[in-house]
């Protein structure tokens, strides 16, 4: 292993540490808009780190490109989603929780 | 690293297969489908992970197909299948 192994491995290593916190988070918090934000954490956090260790293990400059453009659609998508996900949530009337 | 990749994939289907709570349980629909939601994005990442060790590319293009497919969801969900009145938020 070369030093740029264990980086990407350690990039990879915290990304599925973010997707376990994302998974626990939807698991565990009260509400829709709560758990809208853990579920964006993993999507943008730990796809991110995900697609950076595996980007640098790419056997090419253009899957590395490929990599980060699927990282990118899903920012988008994520972030468009939880905007609609969670204006509708309030136009429906789900009331924001108070301890 | 070869051993990375192959045992972070498992990992995240564990995390998938956890998450199924949340689409059981509820309570609301939009609960139900941010749990699909990271299913895709969780898809996308194993997919990615196995394209690199297998070395096999077109697993990158079936992981693009997937992110496309979860945003197009969301966003037909929000628009056409949200069904009406709501309870409120889990009561404990």
Redesign the interface.
């Known amino acids: ?1 070369t030093l740029s ?1 264990y980086l ?2 350690a990039l ?2 915290a ?2 540490v973010f ?2 916190a ?2 626990l988070g ?2 565990r918090f ?3 808009y709560t ?2 934000h853990a ?1 964006t954490k ?2 943008n956090v ?2 991110g780190l ?2 950076a260790g ?1 980007a640098m ?3 090419s400059w253009a ?1 590395a490109g ?2 980060l ?2 990282w990118l ?2 920012l ?3 972030a ?2 939880s905007y ?2 969670a204006r ?2 309030l136009q ?4 924001v ?1 108070k301890r | 690293m070869q051993i990375v990749y192959l045992s972070l994939a498992p990992f995240l289907l564990l995390n998938l297969g956890v998450g199924m709570w949340r689409v059981f349980r509820g309570p609301t629909a939009a609960d139900r489908m941010l749990a699909a939601q990271l299913f895709g994005t969780t898809a996308v990442a194993m997919l990615l992970l196995l394209a690199q060790a297998y070395g096999n590319a077109a697993l990158r293009d079936v992981a693009l197909v997937f992110a496309l497919l979860a945003a197009v969801t969301a966003v037909a969900f929000v628009q056409r299948a949200w069904p009406g009145q709501e309870a409120d938020h889990d009561t404990e």
Do not use: N
């Open positions: 292993m192994d990407s491995a990879l290593i990304g599925a997707y376990l994302g998974t939807l698991l009260p509400d829709v758990r809208l579920l993993a999507d730990g796809l995900m697609v595996l293990q790419a056997e899957a490929k990599l453009l699927i659609l899903v988008l998508a994520g468009g989603v609609l996900v509708g949530a429906k009337g789900v009331r929780w």
